[in-house]
């Protein structure tokens, strides 16, 4: 049990540093002036004037992140406590994990094609281009959204039910629930390459807050001496 607690704990700092190489690329990809003149928020001022190595470092975190954050979702599936829910749980988070990284590439190829037009002598056409190419591939995102989404909600569910080792109230700690908090207080903020950057990583900083919450409530039951299952 000992050995078991020691993964759990293990695969969730493995989930912190896969958000942190995750929501690091979301920053080197969006951190500059928010200046914009098309009809897409991201393409700005700031982004192309952004070096590509930046890009390059950005896509480069995305492979070690994936990894990382997906152990991670794989091992807080040990907290479930019914074997056939866990089963389900394990396939559903293996259908959202391949959205994650499309998405993230979708971004930082448009990002970094902005970039290099601008910065190379086809600034007059760059913004068309790559609103064009972004068009073209936009059906995309809802896509990706619909296949990450299902594993947070079916995990609410299971905690919401008492199928996992947590309080039912715990349910309410839900990555979703904490990235609609974000968001709210990213909307409150004034525009600035910091709010441009900060929305781009809302999902990775709101799994990080949610790994860190599971590891503070794992911590607080092995102080007060409850037993995990």
Not at 4 to 33: E, Q, T, V
Not at 169 to 191: H, R
């Amino acid at each position: 049990m000992k050995t078991k607690s020691r993964i759990n704990l293990g695969a969730l700092i493995s989930g912190l540093a896969g958000c942190l190489c995750f929501g690091g690329g979301d920053w080197l990809m969006m951190y500059g002036d928010p200046t914009f003149e098309g009809k897409l928020r991201w393409l700005t001022i700031g982004t192309a004037a952004i070096p590509q190595w930046r890009y390059i470092l950005a896509i480069a975190l995305a492979f070690p992140g994936i990894i990382l954050y997906g152990a991670a979702l794989f091992g807080v599936q040990d907290y479930i406590t019914d074997e056939k829910k866990k089963k389900i749980y394990h396939y559903m988070n293996a259908f959202g994990l391949t959205p994650w990284i499309t998405l993230h590439l979708i971004y930082v190829v448009i990002l970094s094609l902005f970039a290099w037009l601008n910065n190379n002598g086809f600034s007059d056409d760059a913004l068309l281009i790559c609103e064009s190419l972004f068009d073209n591939f936009s059906w995309l995102i809802p896509v990706c959204e619909g296949l990450m989404l299902p594993v947070f909600l079916y995990w609410f569910y299971l905690q919401i039910t008492g199928n996992t080792i947590f309080k039912k109230g715990m349910a309410f700690t839900n990555v979703l629930v904490i990235f609609g908090i974000l968001k709210v207080i990213s909307m409150l903020m004034p525009e600035s390459g910091f709010k441009l950057a900060f929305t781009n990583g809302l999902m990775s900083e709101s799994m990080i807050i949610w790994f860190l919450l599971i590891f503070l409530e794992i911590g607080t039951r092995k102080v007060n001496g409850e037993h995990l299952r």
